[in-house]
């Protein structure tokens, strides 16, 4: 499974052929979910360490006030993946294509050069935590180590 793969299927659910099939494709399934986590906290995920990602599905009535109209009738609604850097303790580093990229993103710089200017940067203390972009009707926030490296790239649909 890459990013290029699961992007269209943001704002999709548990009822989406296309999404159960190719999480199956990883070993996984959105009936995995927890239904009662789902239900109460508003949010519940996947985590595919092997493959750096990990996914954030919504309760549909959380996804509708929050992100506007999911795209079929389902209950668990697919909101974000996140793709992650080396040196993380749990996940491998992702090793796909990045969306709206044409090399890989491993530190700040990278990322600069090929998203181009954020619209959004969170900085403490002189240290970049984080730059924002929207690309193509996505949100995309690479989020950093203090060292400049990347530690995740997130892609989610934008609140409303």
Not at 53 to 68: K, P
Request: charged share 30%; glycine share 10%; no cysteine.
């Amino acid at each position: 499974m890459t990013l290029n793969e699961l992007l269209p299927f943001f704002g999709a659910s548990e009822l989406d052929a296309g999404l159960s099939q190719l999480l199956k494709s990883t070993g996984s399934d959105i009936g995995s979910i927890s239904k009662k986590k789902l239900r109460v906290q508003g949010m519940e995920g996947i985590e595919l360490h092997d493959k750096g990602l990990a996914l954030t599905f919504n309760e549909r009535e959380d996804y509708i006030e929050t992100y506007g109209t999911p795209k079929d009738a389902g209950e668990a609604i697919l909101v974000a993946a996140f793709a992650y850097g080396a040196g993380s303790k749990t996940f491998k580093p992702y090793a796909g294509p990045i969306p709206f990229s044409k090399g890989p993103i491993a530190n700040r710089e990278d990322a600069l050069r090929e998203f181009g200017a954020p619209q959004q940067t969170e900085e403490e203390d002189d240290v970049v935590e984080w730059d924002q972009w929207i690309k193509d009707g996505l949100q995309v926030r690479t989020t950093y180590r203090d060292d400049g490296s990347v530690k995740n790239i997130s892609f989610s649909v934008p609140f409303k």
